[in-house]
Protein backbone atom coordinates (compact mmCIF):
# COMPACT_ATOMS: atom_id res chain seq x y z
CA UNK A 1 0.00 0.00 0.00
CA UNK A 2 2.73 2.59 1.27
CA UNK A 3 5.25 1.07 -0.94
CA UNK A 4 4.35 2.99 -4.19
CA UNK A 5 4.43 6.29 -2.10
CA UNK A 6 7.84 5.23 -1.25
CA UNK A 7 9.22 4.75 -4.54
CA UNK A 8 7.45 8.06 -5.66
CA UNK A 9 9.17 9.41 -3.04
CA UNK A 10 12.77 8.73 -3.64
CA UNK A 11 12.10 11.03 -6.49
CA UNK A 12 12.13 14.03 -4.23
CA UNK A 13 15.52 15.38 -5.52
CA UNK A 14 14.30 15.06 -9.30
CA UNK A 15 11.53 16.47 -8.56
CA UNK A 16 13.13 19.49 -6.40
CA UNK A 17 15.27 20.18 -9.20
CA UNK A 18 12.02 20.22 -11.73
CA UNK A 19 10.40 22.62 -9.70
CA UNK A 20 13.51 25.00 -9.87
CA UNK A 21 13.38 24.51 -13.13
CA UNK A 22 10.26 25.26 -13.95
CA UNK A 23 10.13 28.60 -11.68
CA UNK A 24 13.34 29.88 -13.08
CA UNK A 25 12.02 29.69 -16.67
CA UNK A 26 8.57 31.25 -14.97
CA UNK A 27 10.22 33.92 -13.50
CA UNK A 28 12.59 34.89 -16.29
CA UNK A 29 10.08 34.64 -19.20
CA UNK A 30 7.25 36.71 -17.38
CA UNK A 31 10.49 39.67 -16.84
CA UNK A 32 11.33 39.34 -21.06
CA UNK A 33 6.94 39.06 -21.46
CA UNK A 34 6.45 42.44 -19.18
CA UNK A 35 8.97 44.28 -21.31
CA UNK A 36 7.62 42.85 -24.17
CA UNK A 37 4.31 43.75 -23.36
CA UNK A 38 5.33 47.19 -22.39
CA UNK A 39 7.04 47.84 -25.67
CA UNK A 40 3.71 46.36 -27.68
CA UNK A 41 2.03 48.74 -25.86
CA UNK A 42 3.69 51.74 -26.44
CA UNK A 43 3.94 50.36 -30.29
CA UNK A 44 0.24 50.27 -29.91
CA UNK A 45 -0.53 53.62 -28.93
CA UNK A 46 2.60 55.23 -31.31
CA UNK A 47 1.61 57.82 -33.58
CA UNK A 48 3.68 56.22 -35.94
CA UNK A 49 1.78 53.60 -38.54
CA UNK A 50 4.17 51.51 -39.07
CA UNK A 51 4.50 50.97 -35.34
CA UNK A 52 0.91 50.51 -34.82
CA UNK A 53 0.80 47.99 -37.58
CA UNK A 54 4.09 46.11 -36.16
CA UNK A 55 2.08 45.94 -33.01
CA UNK A 56 -0.76 45.00 -34.26
CA UNK A 57 0.79 41.56 -36.00
CA UNK A 58 2.68 40.93 -33.20
CA UNK A 59 -0.20 40.62 -30.96
CA UNK A 60 -3.06 39.25 -33.45
CA UNK A 61 -0.47 36.64 -34.82
CA UNK A 62 0.45 35.09 -31.39
CA UNK A 63 -2.82 35.36 -29.85
CA UNK A 64 -4.54 33.44 -32.65
CA UNK A 65 -1.78 30.42 -33.01
CA UNK A 66 -1.00 28.06 -30.42
CA UNK A 67 1.79 28.28 -28.08
CA UNK A 68 3.40 24.98 -28.62
CA UNK A 69 3.27 25.69 -31.94
CA UNK A 70 5.58 29.01 -31.30
CA UNK A 71 7.58 26.80 -29.40
CA UNK A 72 8.51 24.17 -32.07
CA UNK A 73 9.03 27.27 -34.52
CA UNK A 74 11.58 28.72 -31.73
CA UNK A 75 13.50 25.20 -30.75
CA UNK A 76 12.92 23.15 -34.39
CA UNK A 77 12.24 25.94 -37.34
CA UNK A 78 14.51 28.66 -36.26
CA UNK A 79 17.95 26.60 -36.64
CA UNK A 80 17.10 26.34 -40.04
CA UNK A 81 17.73 29.89 -40.61
CA UNK A 82 21.31 29.66 -38.25
CA UNK A 83 19.40 30.35 -34.85
CA UNK A 84 19.85 27.86 -32.19
CA UNK A 85 18.72 27.90 -29.15
CA UNK A 86 19.04 25.22 -26.13
CA UNK A 87 15.63 23.78 -24.74
CA UNK A 88 15.78 26.02 -21.91
CA UNK A 89 16.40 28.99 -23.95
CA UNK A 90 13.88 28.03 -26.53
CA UNK A 91 11.54 27.56 -23.52
CA UNK A 92 12.02 31.04 -22.54
CA UNK A 93 11.68 32.62 -25.61
CA UNK A 94 8.45 30.79 -26.46
CA UNK A 95 6.73 31.74 -22.99
CA UNK A 96 8.09 35.30 -23.68
CA UNK A 97 6.79 35.98 -26.64
CA UNK A 98 3.76 34.33 -26.17
CA UNK A 99 2.80 36.29 -22.77
CA UNK A 100 3.63 39.47 -24.11
CA UNK A 101 1.41 39.80 -26.85
CA UNK A 102 -1.50 38.95 -24.04
CA UNK A 103 0.37 41.57 -21.87
CA UNK A 104 0.60 44.11 -24.42
CA UNK A 105 -3.40 44.24 -24.41
CA UNK A 106 -3.44 44.59 -21.14
CA UNK A 107 -0.98 47.39 -20.33
CA UNK A 108 -2.90 48.83 -23.09
CA UNK A 109 -6.13 48.82 -21.84
CA UNK A 110 -4.62 49.69 -18.49
CA UNK A 111 -3.03 53.06 -19.96
CA UNK A 112 -6.45 53.69 -21.98
CA UNK A 113 -8.38 53.13 -18.82
CA UNK A 114 -6.58 56.42 -16.98
CA UNK A 115 -9.45 59.24 -17.67
CA UNK A 116 -8.93 62.02 -20.21
CA UNK A 117 -9.35 64.66 -17.55
CA UNK A 118 -6.48 63.04 -15.46
CA UNK A 119 -4.10 64.20 -17.93
CA UNK A 120 -5.73 67.27 -18.80
CA UNK A 121 -5.79 68.65 -15.02
CA UNK A 122 -2.00 67.33 -14.78
CA UNK A 123 -0.79 69.27 -17.70
CA UNK A 124 -2.97 72.82 -16.26
CA UNK A 125 -1.45 71.89 -12.87
CA UNK A 126 1.69 72.74 -15.22
CA UNK A 127 3.05 69.60 -14.90
CA UNK A 128 6.23 68.39 -18.00
CA UNK A 129 4.74 66.04 -19.85
CA UNK A 130 7.15 63.12 -18.48
CA UNK A 131 5.62 63.98 -14.72
CA UNK A 132 2.15 63.53 -16.33
CA UNK A 133 3.18 60.30 -17.15
CA UNK A 134 5.40 59.35 -14.20
CA UNK A 135 3.18 60.85 -11.49
CA UNK A 136 -0.42 60.39 -12.84
CA UNK A 137 -1.13 58.00 -15.87
CA UNK A 138 1.13 55.52 -14.54
CA UNK A 139 0.41 55.12 -10.85
CA UNK A 140 -3.33 54.41 -11.71
CA UNK A 141 -2.63 52.43 -15.06
CA UNK A 142 -0.61 50.06 -12.90
CA UNK A 143 -3.21 49.91 -10.24
CA UNK A 144 -5.98 48.87 -12.59
CA UNK A 145 -3.02 46.12 -14.58
CA UNK A 146 -2.03 44.64 -11.50
CA UNK A 147 -4.73 41.32 -11.29
CA UNK A 148 -4.67 40.58 -15.00
CA UNK A 149 -0.40 41.03 -14.98
CA UNK A 150 -0.10 38.52 -12.09
CA UNK A 151 -2.90 36.22 -13.61
CA UNK A 152 -0.88 36.23 -16.79
CA UNK A 153 2.39 35.65 -14.32
CA UNK A 154 0.09 32.67 -12.98
CA UNK A 155 -0.40 31.39 -17.13
CA UNK A 156 3.19 31.62 -17.96
CA UNK A 157 3.82 29.25 -14.59
CA UNK A 158 1.35 26.88 -16.50
CA UNK A 159 2.56 27.14 -19.38
CA UNK A 160 5.73 26.22 -18.76
CA UNK A 161 4.57 22.70 -18.77
CA UNK A 162 4.38 22.55 -22.47
CA UNK A 163 8.40 23.12 -22.24
CA UNK A 164 8.17 19.26 -21.57
CA UNK A 165 7.53 18.15 -25.00
CA UNK A 166 11.33 19.48 -26.51
CA UNK A 167 12.54 17.65 -23.33
CA UNK A 168 13.27 19.94 -21.21
CA UNK A 169 13.39 17.93 -17.37
CA UNK A 170 11.29 20.53 -15.91
CA UNK A 171 8.28 19.57 -13.77
CA UNK A 172 5.57 18.30 -16.51
CA UNK A 173 8.98 15.71 -17.84
CA UNK A 174 10.33 14.96 -15.09
CA UNK A 175 6.96 13.34 -14.75
CA UNK A 176 7.02 11.43 -17.76
CA UNK A 177 10.10 10.36 -17.09
CA UNK A 178 9.74 8.66 -13.80
CA UNK A 179 6.58 7.29 -14.82
CA UNK A 180 8.15 5.09 -17.74
CA UNK A 181 10.96 4.16 -14.99
CA UNK A 182 8.29 3.59 -12.24
CA UNK A 183 5.19 2.93 -14.17
CA UNK A 184 3.34 4.44 -10.62
CA UNK A 185 1.21 6.76 -13.00
CA UNK A 186 -1.41 7.85 -10.23
CA UNK A 187 0.98 8.20 -7.83
CA UNK A 188 3.85 10.60 -9.48
CA UNK A 189 1.50 12.79 -11.50
CA UNK A 190 -1.15 13.75 -8.29
CA UNK A 191 2.71 15.11 -6.95
CA UNK A 192 3.18 17.03 -9.96
CA UNK A 193 -0.41 18.34 -10.21
CA UNK A 194 -0.32 19.30 -6.34
CA UNK A 195 3.26 20.80 -6.88
CA UNK A 196 1.81 22.95 -9.98
CA UNK A 197 -1.66 24.01 -7.36
CA UNK A 198 1.14 24.81 -4.93
CA UNK A 199 2.76 27.44 -7.35
CA UNK A 200 -0.21 28.37 -9.20
CA UNK A 201 -2.03 29.32 -5.29
CA UNK A 202 1.39 30.69 -3.78
CA UNK A 203 1.69 32.92 -6.38
CA UNK A 204 -1.57 34.50 -6.39
CA UNK A 205 -1.58 34.65 -2.07
CA UNK A 206 1.54 36.24 -2.70
CA UNK A 207 0.90 38.84 -5.25
CA UNK A 208 -2.62 39.42 -3.28
CA UNK A 209 -0.82 40.22 -0.02
CA UNK A 210 1.88 42.48 -1.74
CA UNK A 211 -1.45 44.39 -4.06
CA UNK A 212 -3.18 45.08 -0.86
CA UNK A 213 -0.25 46.75 0.93
CA UNK A 214 0.92 48.63 -2.71
CA UNK A 215 -2.05 50.42 -3.55
CA UNK A 216 -3.73 53.08 -1.59
CA UNK A 217 -6.56 52.90 -1.70
CA UNK A 218 -6.24 49.03 -1.20
CA UNK A 219 -6.99 47.32 -4.64
CA UNK A 220 -9.48 44.90 -3.11
CA UNK A 221 -12.44 46.42 -0.89
CA UNK A 222 -11.95 45.38 2.53
CA UNK A 223 -13.73 43.69 4.98
CA UNK A 224 -14.53 39.76 5.33
CA UNK A 225 -17.42 39.05 3.03
CA UNK A 226 -15.74 40.43 -0.38
CA UNK A 227 -12.84 39.53 -0.03
CA UNK A 228 -11.81 36.47 -2.23
CA UNK A 229 -11.41 33.15 -0.88
CA UNK A 230 -7.41 32.09 -1.00
CA UNK A 231 -8.06 29.25 -3.72
CA UNK A 232 -10.30 32.00 -5.75
CA UNK A 233 -7.68 34.29 -6.56
CA UNK A 234 -6.05 31.47 -8.99
CA UNK A 235 -6.75 32.41 -12.36
CA UNK A 236 -9.24 34.81 -11.70
CA UNK A 237 -9.92 36.64 -14.58
CA UNK A 238 -10.87 33.95 -17.78
CA UNK A 239 -7.92 33.76 -19.43
CA UNK A 240 -7.67 34.77 -22.88
CA UNK A 241 -10.36 37.08 -23.08
CA UNK B 1 12.46 26.57 -52.92
CA UNK B 2 11.19 23.21 -52.02
CA UNK B 3 6.98 24.38 -51.70
CA UNK B 4 6.86 21.01 -54.20
CA UNK B 5 7.12 18.74 -50.76
CA UNK B 6 4.32 20.56 -48.92
CA UNK B 7 1.86 20.53 -52.18
CA UNK B 8 2.50 17.36 -52.19
CA UNK B 9 2.06 16.76 -48.16
CA UNK B 10 -1.47 18.65 -48.31
CA UNK B 11 -3.65 15.56 -48.13
CA UNK B 12 -1.68 14.56 -44.25
CA UNK B 13 -2.24 18.50 -43.82
CA UNK B 14 -6.08 18.38 -44.28
CA UNK B 15 -6.37 15.04 -42.08
CA UNK B 16 -4.23 17.08 -39.22
CA UNK B 17 -7.05 19.86 -40.15
CA UNK B 18 -10.23 17.63 -40.10
CA UNK B 19 -8.41 16.22 -36.46
CA UNK B 20 -8.21 19.42 -35.24
CA UNK B 21 -11.46 20.34 -35.68
CA UNK B 22 -13.75 16.95 -34.75
CA UNK B 23 -11.36 17.80 -31.59
CA UNK B 24 -12.39 21.14 -31.44
CA UNK B 25 -15.87 20.73 -32.11
CA UNK B 26 -16.96 18.00 -29.77
CA UNK B 27 -14.47 20.17 -27.09
CA UNK B 28 -17.17 22.88 -27.72
CA UNK B 29 -20.33 21.18 -27.13
CA UNK B 30 -19.01 18.73 -24.06
CA UNK B 31 -17.33 21.80 -22.28
CA UNK B 32 -20.25 23.92 -22.79
CA UNK B 33 -22.35 21.24 -22.02
CA UNK B 34 -20.29 20.50 -18.52
CA UNK B 35 -19.15 24.88 -18.23
CA UNK B 36 -23.20 24.95 -18.26
CA UNK B 37 -24.21 22.71 -15.65
CA UNK B 38 -21.75 23.57 -12.96
CA UNK B 39 -21.92 27.36 -13.42
CA UNK B 40 -25.77 26.97 -12.79
CA UNK B 41 -25.30 24.43 -9.67
CA UNK B 42 -22.69 27.05 -8.58
CA UNK B 43 -24.61 30.18 -8.91
CA UNK B 44 -28.01 28.35 -6.90
CA UNK B 45 -25.36 27.73 -4.11
CA UNK B 46 -26.25 23.98 -3.29
CA UNK B 47 -24.86 23.23 0.28
CA UNK B 48 -23.96 19.63 -0.40
CA UNK B 49 -22.45 21.08 -3.97
CA UNK B 50 -20.33 23.75 -2.81
CA UNK B 51 -17.12 22.27 -1.70
CA UNK B 52 -17.11 19.42 -4.13
CA UNK B 53 -17.48 21.83 -7.45
CA UNK B 54 -15.06 24.03 -5.83
CA UNK B 55 -12.43 21.38 -5.56
CA UNK B 56 -13.00 20.61 -9.26
CA UNK B 57 -12.72 24.19 -10.39
CA UNK B 58 -9.60 25.33 -8.46
CA UNK B 59 -7.38 21.81 -9.77
CA UNK B 60 -8.76 21.98 -13.22
CA UNK B 61 -7.79 25.61 -13.47
CA UNK B 62 -5.00 26.03 -11.00
CA UNK B 63 -2.89 23.22 -13.10
CA UNK B 64 -1.37 22.69 -16.24
CA UNK B 65 -3.94 21.39 -19.14
CA UNK B 66 -0.95 19.45 -20.51
CA UNK B 67 -0.73 17.42 -17.07
CA UNK B 68 -4.37 17.13 -17.30
CA UNK B 69 -4.18 15.07 -20.48
CA UNK B 70 -0.88 13.01 -19.79
CA UNK B 71 -2.63 12.20 -16.12
CA UNK B 72 -6.22 10.77 -18.41
CA UNK B 73 -4.16 9.24 -20.88
CA UNK B 74 -1.48 7.30 -18.51
CA UNK B 75 -3.88 7.01 -15.75
CA UNK B 76 -6.01 5.64 -18.24
CA UNK B 77 -3.88 2.26 -19.11
CA UNK B 78 -2.96 2.48 -15.13
CA UNK B 79 -6.41 2.06 -14.00
CA UNK B 80 -6.64 -1.51 -16.68
CA UNK B 81 -8.50 0.49 -19.15
CA UNK B 82 -7.18 -0.89 -22.23
CA UNK B 83 -6.73 0.79 -25.64
CA UNK B 84 -8.53 4.35 -24.35
CA UNK B 85 -7.96 6.22 -27.68
CA UNK B 86 -6.00 9.47 -27.87
CA UNK B 87 -8.94 11.07 -29.15
CA UNK B 88 -10.94 10.10 -25.95
CA UNK B 89 -8.13 10.73 -23.61
CA UNK B 90 -7.80 13.69 -25.23
CA UNK B 91 -11.67 15.05 -25.22
CA UNK B 92 -12.28 13.85 -21.86
CA UNK B 93 -9.12 16.28 -20.54
CA UNK B 94 -10.08 19.14 -22.73
CA UNK B 95 -13.92 19.29 -21.74
CA UNK B 96 -12.82 18.63 -18.08
CA UNK B 97 -10.45 21.67 -18.67
CA UNK B 98 -13.04 24.23 -21.02
CA UNK B 99 -15.79 23.39 -18.57
CA UNK B 100 -14.16 24.40 -15.46
CA UNK B 101 -13.25 28.17 -17.13
CA UNK B 102 -17.24 28.05 -19.07
CA UNK B 103 -18.61 27.21 -16.11
CA UNK B 104 -17.01 30.47 -14.62
CA UNK B 105 -18.70 32.34 -17.37
CA UNK B 106 -21.66 31.12 -17.27
CA UNK B 107 -21.85 31.76 -13.34
CA UNK B 108 -20.98 35.48 -13.83
CA UNK B 109 -23.59 35.38 -16.43
CA UNK B 110 -26.08 34.24 -13.87
CA UNK B 111 -25.01 36.51 -11.37
CA UNK B 112 -25.54 39.96 -13.03
CA UNK B 113 -29.23 39.04 -13.42
CA UNK B 114 -31.05 41.13 -10.98
CA UNK B 115 -32.35 39.25 -8.04
CA UNK B 116 -35.86 40.51 -8.34
CA UNK B 117 -36.06 38.57 -11.59
CA UNK B 118 -35.24 35.17 -9.59
CA UNK B 119 -38.15 36.17 -7.04
CA UNK B 120 -40.86 37.76 -9.52
CA UNK B 121 -40.31 33.84 -11.27
CA UNK B 122 -40.53 31.95 -7.60
CA UNK B 123 -43.67 34.45 -6.85
CA UNK B 124 -45.75 33.58 -10.36
CA UNK B 125 -45.35 29.76 -9.35
CA UNK B 126 -42.29 28.52 -12.09
CA UNK B 127 -40.36 25.81 -11.03
CA UNK B 128 -36.32 25.53 -10.35
CA UNK B 129 -35.72 24.42 -13.60
CA UNK B 130 -38.17 26.72 -15.39
CA UNK B 131 -36.95 29.53 -13.61
CA UNK B 132 -33.29 28.79 -14.94
CA UNK B 133 -34.43 27.70 -18.35
CA UNK B 134 -37.18 30.40 -19.19
CA UNK B 135 -35.91 33.43 -16.87
CA UNK B 136 -32.38 33.71 -16.16
CA UNK B 137 -30.24 32.05 -18.95
CA UNK B 138 -32.04 34.01 -21.94
CA UNK B 139 -31.21 36.87 -20.17
CA UNK B 140 -27.29 36.24 -19.65
CA UNK B 141 -27.09 35.40 -23.48
CA UNK B 142 -25.88 38.74 -24.40
CA UNK B 143 -23.33 38.56 -21.56
CA UNK B 144 -22.24 35.30 -21.50
CA UNK B 145 -21.34 35.26 -25.48
CA UNK B 146 -18.56 37.51 -25.66
CA UNK B 147 -16.14 35.37 -23.52
CA UNK B 148 -17.50 32.39 -24.13
CA UNK B 149 -16.13 33.12 -28.00
CA UNK B 150 -13.04 34.48 -26.80
CA UNK B 151 -13.04 31.12 -24.33
CA UNK B 152 -13.58 28.52 -27.79
CA UNK B 153 -10.45 30.66 -29.38
CA UNK B 154 -8.43 29.66 -26.47
CA UNK B 155 -10.27 25.62 -27.00
CA UNK B 156 -8.95 25.45 -30.30
CA UNK B 157 -5.21 26.24 -29.91
CA UNK B 158 -5.47 24.05 -26.61
CA UNK B 159 -6.07 20.89 -29.00
CA UNK B 160 -2.77 21.35 -29.93
CA UNK B 161 -1.64 20.13 -26.52
CA UNK B 162 -3.13 16.74 -27.74
CA UNK B 163 0.09 15.60 -29.74
CA UNK B 164 1.74 15.17 -26.67
CA UNK B 165 -0.36 12.39 -26.14
CA UNK B 166 -0.05 10.91 -29.99
CA UNK B 167 -3.09 12.21 -31.38
CA UNK B 168 -2.83 13.50 -35.06
CA UNK B 169 -3.80 16.78 -34.95
CA UNK B 170 -2.24 19.52 -37.30
CA UNK B 171 0.92 20.23 -35.08
CA UNK B 172 1.43 16.51 -35.08
CA UNK B 173 1.12 15.74 -38.85
CA UNK B 174 2.94 19.02 -39.03
CA UNK B 175 6.17 16.90 -37.61
CA UNK B 176 5.33 14.02 -39.50
CA UNK B 177 6.02 16.17 -42.00
CA UNK B 178 8.75 17.27 -41.69
CA UNK B 179 10.73 14.66 -40.64
CA UNK B 180 9.95 13.16 -44.00
CA UNK B 181 10.67 16.23 -46.06
CA UNK B 182 12.18 18.92 -43.53
CA UNK B 183 11.45 22.53 -44.22
CA UNK B 184 10.63 22.87 -40.49
CA UNK B 185 9.93 27.06 -41.08
CA UNK B 186 7.79 26.47 -43.94
CA UNK B 187 5.96 23.91 -42.29
CA UNK B 188 5.45 25.68 -39.20
CA UNK B 189 4.24 28.75 -41.10
CA UNK B 190 1.58 26.52 -43.03
CA UNK B 191 -0.07 25.13 -39.69
CA UNK B 192 0.22 28.79 -37.99
CA UNK B 193 -1.73 30.45 -41.05
CA UNK B 194 -4.05 27.65 -40.56
CA UNK B 195 -5.08 28.18 -37.11
CA UNK B 196 -4.68 31.47 -37.37
CA UNK B 197 -7.60 31.47 -40.16
CA UNK B 198 -9.76 29.64 -37.90
CA UNK B 199 -9.01 31.60 -34.86
CA UNK B 200 -8.99 35.37 -36.27
CA UNK B 201 -12.90 35.64 -37.65
CA UNK B 202 -13.82 34.11 -34.35
CA UNK B 203 -11.69 36.94 -32.59
CA UNK B 204 -13.31 39.37 -34.85
CA UNK B 205 -16.44 38.55 -33.93
CA UNK B 206 -15.77 38.07 -30.13
CA UNK B 207 -14.88 41.97 -30.54
CA UNK B 208 -17.68 42.85 -32.23
CA UNK B 209 -20.27 40.66 -29.58
CA UNK B 210 -18.34 42.57 -27.03
CA UNK B 211 -18.96 45.92 -28.27
CA UNK B 212 -22.41 45.37 -28.93
CA UNK B 213 -22.74 44.18 -25.23
CA UNK B 214 -21.03 46.84 -24.05
CA UNK B 215 -24.32 48.80 -25.81
CA UNK B 216 -27.19 46.98 -25.05
Redesign the interface.
Known sequence: MLAPWATTFSYAPAFLNALWLTTAMSVLAFLFAFILGVLGALARRSHFRLLRFIGAVYV??I???????QL??IY??????GIRFDAFQAGVAALAVNAGAYLTEIIRAGLQSVPRGQLEAARSIGLAPRDVFRSVVFPQALRSVYPPVINQFIQVI?????V??IALPE??NT??TI?SQT?L??HI?TV??VL??FL??VTALVADLVGRRAFKPPLYPSGPRRRPGL??R??HM???? | MGWQGIIDSSGILFTGFVNTLTLSIATIILGTALGLVVGVLRAARIPALRAPLRIYLEVFRGSPLLVQMLFIYFGAAYLGLRGVETFIAALVALTLYEGALISEIFRAGIEAVPRGQREAARSIGLSRFQIERYVILPQTFTIVLPPLVGQYIGLVKDTALATAIGYFELVREGQAIIDRIGMPIEVFVVIAAIYFVICYPMSLVARRLEKRALHA
Open positions: EGRNTPVLLFMFALPQALGSSLSQLTAQNLTMFVLYLSNLSVGVRGS
